[in-house]
């Protein structure tokens, strides 16, 4: 393989906790994970990204890491990982890591120390600050609610924390934070790791004097004035320049608010910092903005926001960064609910034409746990069936602090918006708790589970999960999948998303009805020489039938 080979590869994201519980407590483990390898490599994917297996309190399900170099026991030991990683290899994939380093855990021992004196090694590890006229800092709010600064008495200051104030931001703009940060990445690719998915790494560089927002200082506010800040590249460079540059690794940075135009600096081969990064437009579309209710607003997303959203990405990245494509992740509700459509009747075929729309683009596809047989969101109706803090804490904030929805409303929002739609546990087969565990897991189960699951879609020749394993065989075989150039189709079109991809002397034309109705569309299919692949087992020509989808090579 190349050194481009984050160019060729799917990625298949595991979220270990709700993969594969092997000594049945209730909670995914690394051996689950290994026990199930087979499986991700009969799918097809060549890499497994991880999400965060370190030691940590887990207020943030992991996100808040207390000790880099350790793993978290509810997940096993550090030989379970050896050989979780030794496996994989072995069976010619590779593993990506999460790195969460815009913060730690408030019980990383940096942090313990930081806090307990203004003088002291660690003093400067993150970000103090005096109180302005016996108040906060300054007025930025904090992603999972409530300002973004916590008083500690012991120094007598105020400590930044963009999630919750288990999660203090490091100091960057301090050189020993830098190097500590190398040498953790260090540990991981000694051991053998192939590369590193960075948590909201477009964070890490505070703008200077860290300013007040101006006007109404929301979340969005507060997010566009944090994101990729004056050191960014320099500290991107420099970790490539003293680490990633000497292995061969693949680098995924995420990257909340980033535009097309900065995701070319950080990605373009001759900047030397990320292969790619996740861009988030197509999952924010805010059709109506509301300042107060911030990201919580689920109006439907307009097709033709849709389409410009990731179009847009498209035809900017085309040889000069490189895109990772995602419908789906552990922060994000399942995309056949909310893209496609997850009645009965329609589920299996919209699952599959969002697949199509997405793998038949150019740049990296990352499948997230349970995509592939079409999971659906978890449709609560009640507050108590709510894990996540953000979905926890927005609940009492909106609801019952400022009051500004009523609390059916806001339930509506969440089982639409909420991150636990992603978490449920993986459903393998139609046993008890779908094959998680037997123990009581952490989370309930999906109660369709019954009718979705591995077992039954590996048994069923039309099912999600070969559709998937097809169109990555494709990528693999067709170089115009991998590296052709993108065009788009009638971007005001509101029923139908379609493109064409040309190479070479080659096109290829995808195209995918969003809607429930039969349609007709005529994009010059007539003449073509290839039918690749679509979710109908009969080609009808210019007619598109409800969620119908389809690829041609012209
Ligand atoms: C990223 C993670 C998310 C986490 C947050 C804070 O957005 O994907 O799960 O809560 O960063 O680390
Ligand atoms: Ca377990």
């Known amino acids: 393989m190349s050194k481009e080979w984050f160019k060729d590869s799917v990625v298949y994201q595991v979220y270990p906790k709700s993969f594969q519980d092997s000594n049945n407590d209730g909670i995914g483990d690394l051996a689950g994970i290994t026990e199930r390898l087979d499986y991700i490599k009969t799918l097809g994917a060549n890499v497994i990204w991880l999400n965060p297996i370190y030691q940590s309190p887990n207020k943030d399900n992991g996100y808040d890491i207390s000790d ?103 100091n960057w703009e301090n050189p020993k934070v830098r190097q500590e940060v190398f040498e953790i990445e260090r540990f991981w690719l000694d051991k053998g790791v192939d590369g590193f998915r960075m948590d909201v790494i477009n964070f890490i560089s505070k ?5 007040d927002i101006q006007g109404v200082a929301t979340l969005g506010a507060t997010m566009s004035c944090i994101t990729d800040g004056p050191r960014l590249n320099e500290f991107l460079k420099q970790m490539n320049e003293e680490v990633l ?30 292969n790619m990064v996740f861009q988030f437009e197509h999952v924010s579309l805010s059709p109506n903005p509301n300042l107060l209710l911030d990201k919580w607003n ?69 499948i997230y746990q349970g995509e592939e047989l079409g999971m659906t969101n978890a449709h609560h109706t009640k507050l108590d069936q709510y894990e996540d803090l953000d979905s926890v804490n927005a609940y009492h904030e909106l609801v019952e602090q400022n009051r500004v929805i009523d609390g059916q409303t806001m339930l509506k929002y969440l089982a639409n918006l909420s991150r636990d739609n992603a978490r449920t546990p993986m459903q393998w087969n139609s046993k008890i708790n779908a094959g998680f565990s037997k123990g009581t897991p952490w989370y309930a189960v999906n ?3 019954k009718e979705i699951n591995v077992e ?19 990528r693999r075989e067709y170089e115009i999948i991998r590296r052709g150039t993108f065009e788009e189709i009638d971007l005001n079109d509101e ?51 409800p969620y119908e989808s389809k690829v041609y090579l012209m």
């Not at 590996?458 to 494709?474: E, K």
Request: hydrophobic fraction near 30%.
């Open 68 to 170: 880099y170099k350790a793993i978290n026991p509810d997940y096993g030991t550090m030989e379970d990982f050896e050989k979780l990683l030794f496996k994989t290899h072995e069976k010619n994939m590779k593993l990506l890591m999460d790195l969460v380093v815009n913060h730690t855990s408030d019980q990383h021992e940096w942090f313990q120390k930081s806090k307990s004196s203004q003088d002291n090694r660690y003093a400067d590890y993150y970000i103090w600050r005096n109180p302005v006229e016996g108040r906060e800092p300054n007025n930025w709010r904090s992603t999972f609610g409530g300002p973004a600064w916590t008083y500690v008495p012991e120094r007598g200051q105020y400590y930044l924390h963009l999630f919750s104030p288990e999660q203090p931001d490091l």
């Open 456 to 474: 039954s879609e590996l048994n069923n020749h039309h099912s999600i999960f070969y559709y998937y394993q097809n169109l990555i065989t494709l």
């Open 207 to 211: 703008p200077q004097g860290l300013p």
């Open 245 to 274: 540059s000497h292995y061969d690794v693949m680098t995924v940075g995420e990257m909340p608010g980033v535009t097309p135009e900065d995701a070319i600096e950080y990605t373009g081969p001759e900047n030397h910092e990320l």
């Open 298 to 366: 689920d109006e439907p997303v307009k097709l033709s926001e849709l389409k410009l959203a990731l179009n847009k990405w498209q035809k900017a990245l085309d040889g000069k960064g490189w895109n990772s494509l995602y419908w789906n992740n552990h922060d994000q509700p399942r995309a056949v609910s909310r893209f496609g459509n997850d009645d009965p009747i329609y589920r299996v075929r919209a699952a599959k034409m969002l697949g199509t729309t997405l793998h038949m683009m150019q740049g990296t596809p990352y």
């Open 495 to 545: 029923q139908v998303y379609a493109y064409y991809r040309h190479h070479e002397d080659q096109t290829l034309l995808v195209m995918s009805n969003f809607t429930s109705q039969t349609l007709i569309r005529d994009y010059g299919q007539n003449n073509t020489t290839k039918y690749l692949i679509g979710n109908y087992s009969e080609d009808k020509g210019v007619t598109l039938r």
């Open 447 to 449: 109660p369709n589970y």
